[in-house]
């Protein structure tokens, strides 16, 4: 008895893996239809726009940057505190638990090159989903006083309708050098 | 008057046996329970990049995966040392990519198919030329709901 128990103890062992998946989740955008040609006006101040050439660099809103620095600047950029007039617009939502409130518009526009490493382009994904995630949890501190993850599932729909994530990773194009 | 008798010599009794059987299956189960078969042979390296905001993935049998890297040593004699596509349990080209969606939405059940979810594992010295392309033809294929697969780090 024990003898075939342990045989197919060891058999699971060899051929199962524990690790759980886990990654960053995205949406791509559906792809545009040739015929019609939608132009989308998003006015300059709304965007972020974020660089990174082939040697890794960033720049960011036209200048270059370290990309440590690079969580607050886009925490700055969304939020818009100080309503500063080159930070994105707002626009005033009824939002449940909040009542009215102004909704920060921005766009995070990533762009990347063929040349481009996925190490780097990780990086930079997760610096800003850091900084959407650092937001939410500190709107949720200071208006329910716990952490994003503890809130109910509909305060979360309401921090998540005010910080929405927007980050688009732009059509390819191409960019002088090799790959 | 109680009389105390030594019974014979004794020595340590031995230990029953008798709920071996029932300790070895309440691990087998664990390990059965907890842990999910492999599914794919990996014919490319990959090393996946850190990130600290990863999220799980819901259900496995929603997810379909794509893997991106460099060959394995074995095959890098056939293949060479640039990353390559793996689906399934072959090298592929771009093309394949969306009969590849659109197989693994045939497999799935109707009422499933619209939260089909590509994971992409992807090496993290791939550069991005080959990952844009992948993520063109998923488009093209309508398979929009994608992971970037990363390993959670925790960092402050």
């Known amino acids: ?179 | 008057m109680a009389k105390f008798e030594r019974k014979g010599k004794t020595g340590m009794p031995a230990i029953s046996t008798a709920s071996l059987p029932d300790i070895v299956f309440m691990l087998l189960f664990f390990f059965m329970v907890s842990t999910t078969l492999r599914e794919t042979e990996l014919f490319v390296r990959i090393k996946l990049p850190e990130a600290s905001e990863v999220v799980k993935l819901e259900k496995k049998s929603l997810v379909s995966y794509i893997y991106i890297g460099p060959p394995a040593r074995q095959y890098q004699s056939l293949f060479g040392t640039d990353s390559r596509i793996q689906l399934n349990d072959s090298f592929k080209t771009l093309t394949d990519i969306r009969d590849f969606i659109s197989s693994e939405r045939e497999a799935m059940s109707e009422s499933d198919r619209p939260f089909l979810q590509t994971s992409l594992k992807i090496d993290e010295d791939t550069r991005m030329g080959i990952v844009t392309d992948v993520k063109q033809e998923l488009r093209k294929a309508s398979a929009l709901k994608i992971s970037y697969s990363a390993r959670r780090v925790i960092n402050d």
Not at chain 1, 65 to 71: E, F, K, P, Q, T
Not at chain 1, 112 to 117: C, E, F, K, L, Q
Not at chain 1, 124 to 143: D, H, P, T
Not at chain 1, 150 to 173: T, V
């Open chain 1, 1 to 179: 008895m024990a003898d075939i128990a342990f045989l197919l103890l060891i058999f699971f062992l060899v051929t199962t893996t524990m690790n759980v998946d886990t990654g960053l989740a995205r949406m791509l955008p559906p792809i545009a239809d040739s015929n019609e040609k939608t132009t989308q006006d998003v006015k300059q101040r709304n965007i972020f726009t974020v660089l990174i050439n082939k040697s890794d660099r960033l720049l960011v809103e036209g200048k270059p940057m370290d990309v440590s620095i690079l969580r607050e600047k886009a925490k700055e950029f969304i939020a818009n505190p100080n309503n500063d007039p080159d930070l994105p617009e707002k626009e005033v939502k009824q939002i449940d638990y909040f009542g009215a409130y102004e909704v920060p518009k921005g766009v995070i526009s990533l762009q990347n090159d063929r040349g481009t490493s996925y190490a780097m382009y990780m990086h930079v994904q997760n610096e800003l989903v850091a900084a959407y995630n650092e937001l939410r949890n500190e709107l949720a501190r200071s208006k329910f006083g716990k952490y994003y993850d503890d809130l109910l599932e509909d305060q979360q729909k309401a921090i998540q309708a005010i910080y929405q994530m927007r980050i688009s990773e732009a059509e390819p194009k191409s960019v002088g050098g090799k790959k």
